[in-house]
């Protein structure tokens, strides 16, 4: 792990998929307390989570505080066809004449980007993003945040990030989402 100073002065490192493996309980927490899931989602997630591992091009970032507990974690991979995000974006864009080739190729697919609650509003769910796109792999990043006034849109939009989707359904979500993408590097 490589240390660099954050604006909230936790350790903000990149992470191999064994380091994260031994922290996947712990990351798993931090994601359904951000998210306000219950608990069982991060066992239900658990096997998701160490699949993407093994995706080309994963890479993820944590965020440390001074007693080494996990405050924040993000990852991402290249997006590639059949997989089930990619295919229902595609979807999406071919729905509402969206140039589905153009955006669905050579991206990273930021999946997951969380800050416990009690480390939030310090510029470090931007530090992390920043530091998990700072050398990601393709030429553009692709996310989906649910649709609304939160943390998450206002970090996304002052990072520059533009519209792909918006009130869009995932199947199997009655929640509407967002998909915002910009090109890489930031
Ligand atoms: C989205 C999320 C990761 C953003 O992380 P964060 O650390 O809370 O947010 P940011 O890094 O954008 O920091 C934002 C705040 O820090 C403040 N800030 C920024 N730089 C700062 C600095 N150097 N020093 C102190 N404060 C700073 C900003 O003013 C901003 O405050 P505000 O939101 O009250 O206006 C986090 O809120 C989260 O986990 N949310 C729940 C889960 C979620 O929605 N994840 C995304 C799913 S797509």
């Not at 590639?80 to 080739?101: C, F, K, M, S």
Request: charged residues 20%.
């Amino acid at each position: 792990m490589t240390a660099a100073p954050s604006p909230s002065c936790d350790r903000v490192v990149e992470l191999t998929t064994d380091q994260l493996r031994a922290r996947l309980p712990e990351a798993l927490r931090i994601y359904v307390t951000a998210m306000g899931y219950p608990p069982v989602t991060a066992q239900q997630r658990a096997p998701m989570w160490s699949a993407h591992m093994l995706r080309a091009g994963w890479r993820c970032i944590g965020a440390f505080n001074d007693d080494d507990e996990l405050t924040g974690i993000g990852y991402g991979y290249l997006g590639a066809p059949g997989q089930w995000w990619h295919e229902q974006v595609r979807r999406g864009l071919q729905e509402t004449g969206g140039d589905a080739d153009a955006w669905l190729e050579d991206y990273f697919e930021l999946t997951e980007l969380h800050v416990h609650p009690s480390a939030q509003g310090a510029g470090l769910g931007e530090e992390i993003l920043r530091r998990l796109l700072d050398g990601a792999p393709g030429s553009k990043v692709l996310l989906s945040t649910p649709e609304g006034p939160t943390r998450a849109w206002k970090l996304y939009q002052r990072v520059g990030f533009q519209d792909v989707l918006r009130n869009y359904n995932f199947t199997g979500d009655p929640r509407p989402f967002a998909v915002l993408g910009r090109p890489l590097p930031l």
